[in-house]
């Protein structure tokens, strides 16, 4: 069974910066696809980045250049970098591993970014 705890969410100002974590448990993540989801009040959850376990990204066209997504397979965790946040990056972030197809995912951290 595999298991996400995600943390480095908080408030921060907009022009900010804030590093997401995912720790993942419970399998060969190293083989995982691994994602960031968000979703805010009142709007569907939307991808955000993905990397492959080849280390391949995607991102969401609108956040592109600000946002990086990484991984850490020895450390079974994926990082997702947020630079120059902006009021409307509000949301919950989600973390997302497919696993031998099956998704998984964190609880959610809360991001706030404030004008």
């Known amino acids: 069974q595999v298991q996400l705890v995600e943390s480095g969410g908080g408030l921060v100002q907009a022009g900010g910066s804030l590093r997401l974590s995912c720790a993942a448990s419970?399998?060969?993540?190293?083989?995982?696809?691994m994602g960031w989801y968000r979703q805010a009040p009142g709007k569907q959850r939307e991808l955000v980045a993905s990397?492959?376990?080849?280390?391949?990204?995607h991102y969401a066209d609108s956040l592109k250049g600000r946002f990086t997504i990484s991984r850490d397979n020895a450390k079974n965790t994926v990082y997702l970098q947020m630079n120059s946040l902006k009021p409307e990056d509000t949301a919950v972030y989600y973390c997302?591993?497919?696993?031998?197809?099956?998704?998984?995912w964190g609880q959610g951290t809360q991001v706030t970014v404030s004008s």
């Open positions: 997302k591993v497919v696993l031998f197809r099956r998704d998984y």
């Open positions: 419970g399998g060969s993540l190293s083989i995982a696809a």
């Open positions: 990397i492959t376990s080849s280390g391949n990204t």
